[in-house]
């Protein structure tokens, strides 16, 4: 009996949060009649053991910045999920080297991952991500574009100081209103998208040339979430706004360059104004089921880490 060929799929930015979520949403994900090859995009050999551990069977030595390396990686797969890094000055020039390495070896399907709203311009990687978008659009390619929201797991980082001082704390305003979404409900709808659309499934080629916006299930202020935290832990949280300065010396002591610092100032600053609520219908069909409530989330968090 011959084997069925594999799905092969290269996932870019495989080492990071949202890549690793991804890598192991699709090495679990069944496609009708294939295997799923996971091959993830690392630039640094000594990150395999841990994304191989995600379920990844493959991967690729390379930098999105070097085309020469991405068309190597890019060699004998059927899909590629495009995730590049955050807030990155060369986002729609990375993503070109994509397009042009997806074209020279005809992929099937390119999958990027973008961003919800893109068309919120002043916001400098939101401009980017639509220039990319349009760059793919165009390009002839078969193509699958997501644009997730703010994720929940924003709350991961500061989850045991929000315990220990009883305060949700962001730099913008505590009214305005987000639909943040579940980093694993993304990953389960970009394995869907790949998976539903793949040459062996029941409609091959399903969600090519479709855009679509992954927003959470509720418009939720910081105040909310703050209420939220408080009544699934059982302890008082309350919101508060750390001010842009603050935010900015944090992000210095951390380690981020001058370029990244300005992007998140920038970000927080339209944050404050505007909020981002979004529609997760488009998420609950991708899910076939209702998106992940920020409830249901924290209640995750609190079992697994508690305070
Ligand atoms: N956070 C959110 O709420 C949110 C919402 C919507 C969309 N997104 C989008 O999600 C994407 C991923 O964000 P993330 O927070 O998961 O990022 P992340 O954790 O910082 O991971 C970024 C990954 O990209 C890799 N990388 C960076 N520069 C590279 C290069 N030149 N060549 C090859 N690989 C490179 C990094 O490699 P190393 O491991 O070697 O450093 C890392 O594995 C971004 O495009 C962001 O805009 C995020």
């Not at 694993?184 to 040339?209: C, I, K, M, R, W």
């Not at 219908?281 to 991708?286: G, N, T």
Request: with cysteine.
């Amino acid at each position: 009996m011959t084997q069925a060929s594999p799905l092969r799929v290269l996932v870019t930015g495989a080492n990071g949060r949202t890549g690793r979520a991804v890598v192991r949403a699709l090495a679990r994900r069944a496609v009708p009649g294939a295997p799923v090859c996971v091959r993830a995009l690392l630039r640094d050999p000594a990150q395999w053991p841990a994304v191989a551990a995600l379920g990844a069977a493959e991967f690729a030595v390379g930098d999105m910045t070097d085309p020469a390396s991405l068309a190597v990686a890019l060699r004998d797969c059927d899909t590629l999920v495009h995730i590049g890094p955050p807030m990155h000055p060369l986002e729609r020039v990375m993503t070109g080297h994509f397009i042009a390495a997806a074209q020279a070896v005809g992929l099937r399907h390119f999958v990027y991952y973008s961003v919800l709203q893109p068309l919120r311009r002043d916001i400098r990687h939101h401009r980017l991500k639509l220039e990319a978008e349009e760059d793919l659009v165009e390009s002839g390619l078969a193509y699958t574009i997501l644009q997730p929201s703010r994720y929940m797991q924003h709350l991961e980082p500061i989850w045991k100081t929000v315990l220990s001082a009883g305060v949700h704390a962001m730099p913008f305003s505590t009214e305005v209103r987000f639909n943040v979404a579940d980093l694993l409900d993304l990953a389960e709808a970009t394995a869907t998208v790949v998976a539903e659309s793949a040459p062996s499934a029941a409609q091959p080629g399903l969600y090519h040339f479709g855009s679509f916006e992954l927003a959470g299930p509720e418009a939720l202020s910081q105040q909310d979430m703050a209420g939220i935290i408080g009544a699934v832990t059982g302890r008082a949280v309350t919101a508060a706004q750390v001010p842009i300065a603050e935010m900015e010396a944090r992000a210095r002591a951390a380690g981020f360059g001058e370029d990244r610092v300005g992007q998140m100032a920038s970000m927080n600053r339209h944050y404050d104004a505007h909020g981002m609520p979004g529609n997760p219908r488009v998420l609950a069909m991708l899910l076939g089921r209702e998106p992940t409530s920020f409830r249901a989330y924290v209640r995750r968090l609190s079992e697994n880490t508690p305070g």
